[in-house]
């Protein structure tokens, strides 16, 4: 199935933070909102979900297009890699 992940940036004391990662069953992804990956199974996405939470709970960003696009990088450089 095909999900379109999604995530909050929020502002903090040392710069913006990535959290709150969520994927939605999509028939048409956008990836100008985020990113739509395809997952085997709703383990394999909680997986991938607890990983990107993890990865990205300690890094901050400077401005919402940094954060966007490192995200998106990220989840891309993964699923390339499966």
Known sequence: MIYQLGWATLPGL???SVSEF???PTTAPDNERGVAIEFASDAE????LRQLEEYFAVRRFTNTADAFDTVKAYVLEQVAKR
């Open 22 to 24: 969520r994927a939605t």
């Open 14 to 16: 040392r710069g913006l």
């Open 45 to 48: 996405r909680d997986a991938f």
